[in-house]
């Protein structure tokens, strides 16, 4: 059993009666609920050290990231000691609009930028990369019926792995699941997850976050050893 920290910003919710609606226990105790057969564990950015003292993360196999508004009062010493564990071999799942947290930033190098449209229109993710272990048990789409856009061009490195490309009512399209390794670490970028949609509620979804984290986790290697030898 894996055991999981998820990190919210948790700010929309206490702050927007729309957002409050949606997820009134907030969006990391919603996705929580769907990630049941692991040991989870919540942190937020108003906890001391936002919830990410170095007990806490080296504790933690996967760590799941949803942040928005509020990516820049992020203290940039929690951001290394994420960085850090990263390499270190901790797993990195970030979600929907983390993908301008300064964590995955840093462990991408580029600005991470992209479009983006609030219209509440159609999203279609499309598997395309279908013998990969997130994929398992879905079909061959996940269809959401009400979202919030993104689209190409997406500032990120070329993924080692693509697993989701997303298709937009407006024609837009997205790389909606890349998959990457940073030293030790694996890391997956889900596209899906706006506070004003119960995305996380999705079985489809909530199928993906349970795949993502199995995929993950660490497991037990060859040992790494670095610098001069005998």
């Known amino acids: 059993m ?34 049941a057969d692991h040991d989870v564990h919540t942190a937020t950015l108003e906890d001391p050290e936002h919830g990410l003292t170095e007990a806490v993360l080296e504790a933690t196999d996967v760590l799941l990231w949803w942040g928005h508004e509020a990516h820049d ?14 390499l270190e071999g901790m797993g990195f799942i970030v979600l929907h609009s983390g993908h301008y947290s300064k964590p995955f930033q840093r462990l991408m190098g580029t600005t991470c930028s992209l479009q983006y449209r609030e219209d509440g229109a159609t999203e279609r993710l499309w598997i395309v990369d279908p013998g ?44 909606s699941g890349c998959c990457y390794r ?22 489809a979804v909530r199928q993906v976050l349970r795949n993502a984290v199995d995929w993950a986790t660490p497991t037990d290697g060859s040992p790494r050893t670095f610098g001069e030898r005998d």
């Open 182 to 203: 940073r030293g030790s670490g694996r890391i997956f970028y889900f596209r899906p997850g706006h506070e004003t949609y119960p995305i996380y509620e999705h079985e």
């Open 73 to 86: 009062e992020v203290d940039d010493a929690v951001v290394e000691r994420v960085r850090k564990r990263v």
């Open 132 to 175: 990969h272990p997130i994929a398992d048990g879905l079909d061959e789409s996940i269809e959401l019926p009400r979202t919030e856009m993104y689209g190409e061009p997406f500032d990120v490195p070329e993924p080692d792995r693509l697993v989701f490309v997303s298709w937009f009512e407006g024609g837009e399209v997205f790389r």
């Open 2 to 35: 894996a055991t999981v920290t998820i990190w919210n910003e948790f700010r929309h919710e206490r702050e927007d009666d729309d957002v409050a609606a949606v997820y009134p226990d907030g969006i990391h105790e919603t996705i929580a609920t769907g990630l």
